[in-house]
């Protein structure tokens, strides 16, 4: 019963997710927003929706383990899982404009989490809100200086979404967000009757099998991509999608529901967490040696062997 919960959970996040999205960017057509704006702010959003959803439905629950294992687990399946099988698959050029601004803030939240987190074992209200605040200093300055920075996400909008109804919109919502609630509810209970059965933490599960269940779509899409010889994934995207992650995700979580660390995981502060820093760490050099602005293969196979080994040490 706890895998069919933790399946169908993540079945309607996807598909919530996707609902929300398409509702999300045609309401932003409407409202006459650009579509500059759209992609860098409101895509970005609501594509961090399941993660958000997830995350506070386990604050609520009282589970900061999952809230916390979702978001480590989800950041460095990100470049471990969905980088390192896209590079296999096919080698990927990195633009040169996404180490000047996007990889120094996902590096500085990550220690401001860190630090938030190791000074009391507690992501306060207000820590919740200097983390949200400075990602929307970070997309304000993006949409207004950095338009080089967002080819990537504009393609991700369907301009097709502009001419929707106004009654289609409602509907995506209303599915969307019946989705949302729906799946985060039965993955964060399949989660811990999971976690119970086979004798592991929630935070194990959370790090593991449900971060991978939620980068399965990107996971998913890229490959695809990647198959088709086409532009496989967006590095600076997948760097957003982590920055989102932390900054929104965590701290919308802390500003309704502060997120205690759990004494009875110390491995959230002692070693994931500086698994996650180290797996967005190693990305510079990898782009820059041996071959300048290229993560080909070998590098995509480092990177996955990488994530092998984490998810083992954290089984």
Request: glycine share 8%; aromatic share 10%.
């Amino acid at each position: 019963m706890s895998i069919f919960l933790v399946i169908a959970g993540l079945s309607l996040l996807v598909v919530g997710g996707n609902f929300l999205v398409r509702a999300s960017v045609g309401l932003s057509f409407k409202l006459k927003i650009s579509k500059l704006v759209i992609g860098m702010t409101v895509v970005s959003f609501a594509t961090s929706a399941p993660e958000l959803l997830v995350s506070l439905q386990a604050a609520l629950d009282g589970v900061s383990d999952i809230a916390l294992g979702n978001v480590i687990g989800s950041n460095i399946a990100n470049i471990g899982l969905v980088l390192g099988i896209t590079a296999i698959i096919s080698p990927l050029a990195v633009d040169r404009e996404f180490y000047k601004l996007n990889w120094p803030m996902m590096m500085f939240i990550s220690f401001v989490l860190y630090y938030f987190l190791k000074n009391d074992q507690m992501l306060s209200q207000l820590e919740g809100v200097i983390m949200f605040s400075a990602l929307v200093v970070f997309l304000i300055f993006l949409v207004k200086n950095s338009r080089k920075l967002t080819k990537a996400n504009l393609e991700e909008v369907d301009e097709g979404l502009a001419i929707v109804s106004n009654f289609k919109i409602v509907m995506w919502l209303l599915i969307g967000a019946a989705g949302l609630y729906f799946g985060s509810e039965w993955l964060v209970d399949g989660a811990k009757q999971l976690a119970t059965s086979v004798g592991i933490s929630d935070y194990a599960i959370s790090v593991t099998v449900i971060a991978i269940g939620t980068s399965v779509p990107e996971l998913a899409a890229s490959v695809i991509a990647a198959l088709k010889k086409e532009k496989a994934i967006s590095l600076g995207n997948l760097i957003g999608s982590n920055i989102f992650n932390i900054a929104s995700v965590l701290g919308l979580t802390a500003m309704i529901k502060p997120i205690a660390v759990n004494p009875n995981t110390p491995e959230i502060l002692s070693t994931n967490i500086f698994w996650m820093i180290a797996f967005a760490a190693v990305l510079i050099p990898l782009m820059l040696i041996p071959k300048r602005f290229i993560i080909g293969r070998y590098k995509g196979m480092l990177l996955f062997g990488s994530y092998l080994i984490f998810i083992y040490l954290a089984l």
